[in-house]
């Protein structure tokens, strides 16, 4: 699913955000990534979306070449990834229904099947109730909830969620997780970078850890392994 | 393109006109505004170049001839002068032509005027000669004073130079105020299109991430683009349209003797372009604006 070769990035300004990296992820597989702030947990994902390019590596998502590819092809990979986000990215201005349907409007589904699949997911996330609010009438998790059906009504391959419990109280973070829980059982490879220790340790899955742009850690069933 | 995405992109595009009426209007007022401008210093630069050609079609050259010149003579140097380079006409003014027109200035016949002059006409032959281009005028006047059977040449030495300077600046001017305009129009339209596209960049962000192409993030902009362009163009033709025959009646009927410009196809065809540009400025607005964020 994801195969990471020897890949550094070095930002223009000289940060080394990753450092000769190897990394393999498989098919199904559920995945945190922890580490202290700015060890390159974010740069690693975006990785898997092609948001950033390393400076050296091979990147194959999906056995395609993230390196070779054209820019053209970008909105085609990227159509068999989600991307969840600490801050959700929802549009102000856009209902429930709307902030979904979104991402399949934007690639040219009928009309039809945009309002029958946006029902379905939405239902699935739990939310089927809200979809004519509009994001500032929802809490956190509701917020969260709409970046997760999102980043799923495409039914992607690989789910990348950058700390989507960061901005949650422990309760609902944990709705979030049963979620993503779910969604991983139904075959979506799940990548999740995390500071959430309680979390980590329940889930009892595989855990890579990243410090100073290297992995330092890579364990089946692992924990934290960081003290609060 | 399919379809959906037309439908998509067209819904999308008068959203986003509706939820930014503001920025909406500023677009459509600045490309009306430079518009306007643009259209009146064309119109400036046409009526500029054109009143320099009028001062310029008034420049003869009067060749006066040697006494001793025969009609025959005469004839053959018009022929001559007519095939030098540069030359668009000559006429023949005969002496005894001179003499009446002379006398007509005088108040007199024209034999009580010779008879006044001792009985001797003493004027010669004259040629009048026209130049294709004025800038050539003392350089024609040159070549004609050379001749044998010419004396004299006179086209308002020191006068035509300075005329020529003059109407070389007018032109240059008219140039530079449209120019100028062009410019100030564009920079202003890249900024609307910049301001509009940076109040939705966290869209076009999303939109990127999901997987929509370049082509269709770039196409609501495009059209948002010739659509605010059009109405300014429209706008900007109209004002400009009613204003220039506004001020050329007025101008004709205080300071008659400016040579106004009112050519109707010219007219249209400003009025045109005017519309065109303002769709061009505001698509390519969009395009160029929209670069930057599509970079991924």
Request: glycine share 8%.
């Amino acid at each position: 699913m994801i195969q990471l070769k020897n890949v550094s990035k070095i930002y223009p300004n000289g940060a080394k955000a990753l450092i000769d990296v190897n990394l393999t992820i498989g098919k199904g597989d559920f995945v945190f990534l922890v580490g202290p702030s700015g060890a390159g947990k974010s740069t690693l994902i975006k990785l898997f979306y092609r948001d950033e390019i390393p400076t050296r590596g091979q990147v194959h998502i999906n056995s395609k070449n993230l390196i070779r590819m054209k820019e053209r092809e970008v909105p085609y990979l990227r159509r068999t990834i989600g991307v969840i986000f600490q801050d959700f990215k929802l549009l102000p201005n856009k209902t429930v229904l709307e902030n979904v349907a979104f991402a399949l409007e934007v690639i040219g589904v009928s009309r039809k099947e945009i309002q029958l699949r946006t029902r379905a997911t939405l239902e699935l996330v739990g939310l089927a109730n809200k979809e004519k609010s509009y994001p500032h009438e929802l809490s956190g998790g509701e917020q969260q909830r709409v970046c997760v059906a999102r980043a799923i009504i495409n039914n992607p391959a690989l789910l990348v969620a950058d700390e989507p419990t960061g901005n949650l109280d422990p309760e609902t973070a944990w709705g979030i997780m049963d979620l993503l829980y779910n969604i991983n059982k139904r075959g979506t490879t799940v990548v999740m970078a995390t500071h959430a220790r309680a979390i980590v340790n329940k889930m009892q899955k595989r855990v890579i850890a990243i410090e100073n742009g290297r992995v330092a850690r890579d364990e089946i069933k692992g924990g934290y392994g960081y003290d609060a | 393109m399919t379809l959906n995405s037309t439908r998509y992109i067209l819904r999308e595009t008068i959203h986003s006109m509706k939820r930014n009426p503001w920025l909406s209007i500023a677009s459509v007022l600045t490309v009306m505004v430079s518009l306007v401008i643009l259209g009146f210093s064309v119109f400036f630069l046409v009526n500029a170049s054109n009143m320099a050609k009028s001062f310029e079609d008034q420049l003869e050259i009067a060749a006066f001839v040697e006494e001793s010149t025969t009609k025959s003579e005469l004839q053959a140097l018009q022929t001559h002068i007519k095939g030098m380079p540069g030359v668009a006409s000559v006429t023949i003014v005969t002496k005894e032509q001179v003499l009446t027109d002379f006398g007509k200035t005088m108040g007199g016949t024209e034999n009580n005027i010779l008879a006044d002059l001792g009985g001797k006409n003493p004027f010669s032959d004259e040629l009048t000669i026209k130049a294709t281009d004025a800038q050539n005028v003392i350089a024609l006047a040159d070549a004609v004073d050379a001749l044998p059977e010419v004396y004299k040449v006179r086209y308002g030495q020191g006068f035509v130079d300075k005329l020529l300077v003059f109407t070389q600046w007018l032109r240059w001017i008219g140039l530079g105020v449209v120019a100028a305009f062009a410019i100030a129009a564009v920079v202003l339209i890249s900024i609307n299109v910049k301001m509009n596209v940076f109040s939705r960049r966290r869209e076009i962000q999303i939109m990127k991430l999901v997987g929509a192409s370049n082509s269709f993030v770039r196409w609501p902009f495009l059209i948002e683009g010739l659509a605010l362009g059009f109405v300014g163009g429209a706008l900007a033709a109209v004002i400009v349209g009613m204003g220039y025959n506004w001020i050329a009646m007025n101008v004709q009927s205080t300071l008659t003797f400016l040579p106004i410009v009112q050519n109707v196809t010219l007219f249209q065809q400003v009025l045109v372009g005017l519309l065109l540009t303002g769709m061009g400025m505001g698509a390519l607005g969009s395009g160029i604006s929209l670069q930057k964020f599509l970079k991924t």
